[in-house]
């Protein structure tokens, strides 16, 4: 079993849509959580932590339960410019080290 | 946030050869600086953990004879692929640590290096 797991997609919606992406992580002892954002051949940027009660960042909501090792991020309202891959990070806990998922692809069209 | 650099951002080179990369933090120190690997559709693999004024601590599966890190300044850190092959071929990202403030313990990455090894 993988580390970190995502739906590779792609999903195509669009502009407008409300788009959700899953990921569920193997480490039980996981600390911290989050989604990056990664465009075609370039770095992935951060685009937020995940916390256990949930938390939102204009359109994009994170949530986390740590009961069924499970964490998802909302779009809402999706732009032409959130057309990107999602990136599900966990921290498992040594030494500041980050498991990346292979990503979930999104694209947004008129 | 903070930002790092990397060096060159595409390299191609003769199998064989050695090709070094730089990683450099632009406006804050770096303890500890991270090297990844990233094949087309797959995800961001973990190499090495490197810290600065000591050895560099790798993952299982990666050479550290074909991979060598220096990490010899808070602010730069060196990863060389020695006698490199088309297998090699790549997307090479760095990223470095925060230290204080908002940004402690955030990992923030390089804008990568692309090698291809003809």
């Known amino acids: 079993r993988k580390e970190v797991e995502q739906d590779p997609g792609p999903f195509n919606v669009p502009e407008g849509a409300t788009v959700a992406f899953n990921c569920t992580y193997s480490?039980?002892?996981?600390?911290?959580f989050f989604w990056y954002r990664q465009d075609c051949r370039k770095e992935p940027k951060l685009l937020m932590s995940v916390y256990s009660s949930g938390n939102e960042d204009g359109r994009f909501t994170a949530q986390l339960n740590r009961a069924s090792q499970y964490i998802s991020l909302l779009i809402r309202d999706s732009k032409l410019s959130d057309s990107a891959t999602y990136l599900c990070v966990v921290n498992p806990g040594t030494a500041s080290k980050l498991t990346f998922g292979t990503g979930t692809r999104l694209q947004v069209t008129l | 946030g903070a930002v790092v650099s990397q060096h060159p951002s595409r390299v191609i080179c003769k199998s064989g050869t050695s090709v070094k990369i730089e990683c450099r933090s632009l406006d804050f120190q770096a303890t500890t600086m991270f090297w990844y690997r990233q094949f087309p559709k797959q995800s961001l693999m973990l190499m090495a953990t490197s810290n600065e004024g000591s050895k560099a601590t790798y993952e299982q599966g990666v050479e550290k004879d074909k991979f060598l890190i220096n990490h010899a300044s808070l602010t730069l850190s060196t990863l060389t692929v020695t006698s490199a092959h088309p297998e090699d071929s790549s997307f090479y990202i760095c990223s470095a640590m925060g230290t204080g403030g908002s940004s402690y313990n955030e990992q923030f990455f390089g804008p990568g290096t692309r090698l291809t090894v003809l």
């Open positions: 480490n039980s002892a996981s600390q911290s």
